[in-house]
């Protein structure tokens, strides 16, 4: 299996523009979370999704912020307007079976830094 | 607010030896956890998962849980410098949620 994919690796924009990361979570997985890492506050998990459902997104810091799940294999996490404290790490993972009992998988994640 | 808290460190630990990280949290009524290993520009990935009070054992590493106390414990027997790296505590909420510490970086010294 590939294991999950994010695209882009690496995103260098400036402050205003639009941003959206992308992930490919494994096959077969149901359940999907969106984590962002930075140095000061570590792994934070933004967003999560159970069978494409949104089922917490109170970890999104504000409306700039936006996660879509079309179907079980295709994932979009939208930054509208970006500012430069958005710059950080975004991960991907996805897990299998029960909630909270199944490992998570991570994507490579996608660095972000806004001028 | 539900919280993980984990010492930033680094800690550093001779190679060869036992080292030991250790983890606290606020959610009560958690019942899964897990030890991630994340090295430096690459993504976390599972080490331990605990689920039940006591020890559970998986080659050089045991992790510890004592939900009285709210608080589990990775430990790694026989340090290598491949050890080093950032470990990060994870807990599963009652709503499904999995957070995270911000994670305690590890430096074996050869």
């Known amino acids: 299996d590939a294991g999950v994919i994010q695209s882009p690796r690496h995103e260098v924009t400036e402050m205003g523009q639009e941003v959206t990361l992308r992930c490919k979570p494994i096959s077969g997985h149901n359940s999907l979370f969106w984590y962002r890492q930075t140095m000061m506050r570590g792994l934070e998990l933004l967003i999560y999704f159970n069978n494409n459902v949104p089922i917490d997104d109170s970890g999104m810091p504000e409306d700039r912020f936006s996660a879509k799940m079309p179907n079980a294999s295709f994932s979009t996490l939208k930054i509208q307007p970006s500012e430069p404290r958005d710059s950080a790490v975004y991960f991907c993972?996805?897990?299998?079976?029960?909630?909270?009992?199944?490992?998570?998988?991570f994507g490579e994640g996608s660095r972000l830094t806004v001028l | 607010q539900k919280e993980v808290e984990q010492n930033s460190g680094p800690l550093s630990v001779p190679e060869g030896a036992i080292a030991s990280l250790n983890c606290t949290y606020s959610d009560r009524v958690s019942q899964s956890f897990f030890w991630y290993r994340q090295y430096s520009g690459k993504s976390p990935e599972l080490i331990m998962s605990?689920?039940?009070?006591g020890d559970k054992e998986d080659g050089r590493f045991t992790a510890q849980l004592n939900k009285a106390s709210q608080y589990v414990s990775l430990l790694i027997r026989d340090s290598q410098p491949s050890d080093s790296a950032t470990y990060l505590c994870?807990?599963?909420?009652?709503?499904?949620?999995?957070?995270f510490g911000k994670g305690t970086r590890l430096h074996i010294l050869p």
């Open positions: 993972a996805s897990s299998s079976g029960l909630l909270n009992t199944g490992e998570l998988f």
């Open positions: 605990i689920y039940s009070n």
């Open positions: 994870a807990v599963g909420l009652r709503d499904d949620k999995i957070i």
